[in-house]
């Protein structure tokens, strides 16, 4: 299994500018979720889903859109990107709403200038 | 909402000293777990603990998950070069099910 896999590892956006991270996991799990990780802070949930075709907002969703056409991908949707979003994204993964093991992808350097 | 309070915030430590680091919260947590984030990486789930009291090892890692299920402690023994990382703590309490994540505790060893 390749576990949580996520593209690109690295982009540079110009402000205003869109784009899609993406999110893949092969391990059937229902639920998946999108963190930011800013210098010095913890992992700020952005949205989850809790399978195919369901998702939420979590804690910092203002300038972003997901969606869960199928359980394995869950992109992430920037679409006017903003300074303020330069940030590393992870995505993550578990069977079950926030019970223990979350499996985390790699993360997606992000910095808009 | 719930927030957590990770401290330190990071520590500079020799090869062989022991280390310790905690999490607290104003609200109850049901959950709680510590991460390892190395350079460049995701986090890595080290320690889940589901019972107030709850006193979990995983090698040279211990973690307890407070009485008051208002704080929880990460001890690691005898550091060695690899324990480099950020640690996080995380609460799962009522909001839904989701963790709320600590500020994280950059460790340093010197060998």
């Known amino acids: 299994n390749a576990g949580v896999t996520q593209t690109p590892k690295f982009r540079i956006l110009k402000i205003g500018q869109s784009m899609t991270l993406q999110c893949a996991q092969d391990m059937n799990h229902n639920y998946m979720y999108w963190y930011r990780q800013d210098p010095g802070m913890g992992l700020k949930l952005i949205y989850y889903s809790v399978g195919a075709g369901i998702t939420d907002k979590g804690e910092v969703p203002n300038g972003y859109n997901v969606s869960r056409s199928t359980t394995e991908d869950f992109p992430l949707r920037l679409e006017l990107a903003a300074p303020s979003q330069t940030s590393v994204y992870f995505c993550?993964?578990?069977?079950?709403?926030?019970?223990?093991?979350?499996?985390f992808g790699p993360g997606t350097r992000l910095t808009v200038t | 909402g719930q927030q957590l309070n990770q401290s330190p915030q990071s520590m500079f430590i020799q090869e062989g000293e022991d280390v310790s680091m905690n999490c607290t919260s104003s609200?109850?947590?049901?959950?709680w777990l510590w991460y390892k984030q190395d350079p460049g990486e995701g986090p890595v789930l080290l320690i889940a603990?589901?019972?107030?009291?709850e006193l979990t090892s995983n090698g040279r890692l211990t973690a307890q998950f407070g009485i008051t299920r208002k704080d929880s402690f990460l001890n690691i023994s005898a550091s060695i070069p690899s324990d480099v990382g950020i640690y996080f703590c995380a609460g799962q309490g009522n909001q839904g099910g989701k963790l709320i994540f600590g500020q994280g505790t950059e460790l340093s060893v010197k060998p």
């Open positions: 993550a993964s578990s069977w079950r709403l926030g019970l223990k093991e979350q499996y």
């Open positions: 609200s109850i947590f049901n959950t």
């Open positions: 603990l589901y019972k107030a009291g």
